[in-house]
Nanobody, 125 residues
Framework: QVELVESGGGLVQTGGSLRLSCKAS????????IGWFRQAPGKEREGVSY?????????YYADSVKGRFTISRDNAKNTVYLQMNYLKPEDTAVYYC?????????????????WGQGTQVTVSS
């Protein structure tokens, strides 16, 4: 069964940290760029961070998270992580991971075609 599963979300206070995981089963994750996206109530889904396939040599961060979030991949574990530090209330959203292109990075939501079910992140003020 082909599946992407996000985990690691939860409730945290402003300034706290969470590490999200995106684990694949049924296929090899390292063949794809992986993107982390988020969607808050009433807002469009937005790209948070992307990492290129294989050795993850290329990464992208949205300006709103630059310097606070770090994306990484562990191909041996078929997992991509999003370390989130110095969290703010405006980071509250459902976070999704998705598979992207096999080379380079995709910079649009439509560049990503297989999605997990999401994990809720709530940052209290």
């Amino acid at each position: 069964q082909v599946e992407l599963v996000e985990s690691g979300g939860g409730l945290v206070q402003t300034g706290g940290s969470l590490r999200l995981s995106c684990k694949a089963s049924g296929f090899t994750l390292d063949n794809y760029a992986i993107g982390w996206f988020r969607q808050a109530p009433g807002k469009e889904r937005e790209g948070v961070s992307y990492i290129s396939s294989r050795n993850g040599s290329s990464t992208y961060y949205a300006d709103s998270v630059k310097g606070r979030f770090t994306i990484s991949r562990d191909n041996a574990k078929n997992t991509v992580y999003l370390q989130m530090n110095y969290l703010k209330p405006e980071d509250t959203a459902v976070y999704y991971c998705a598979t992207g292109p096999p080379y380079g990075l995709g910079y649009k939501v439509t560049d990503y075609d297989y999605w997990g079910q999401g994990t809720q992140v709530t940052v209290s003020s």
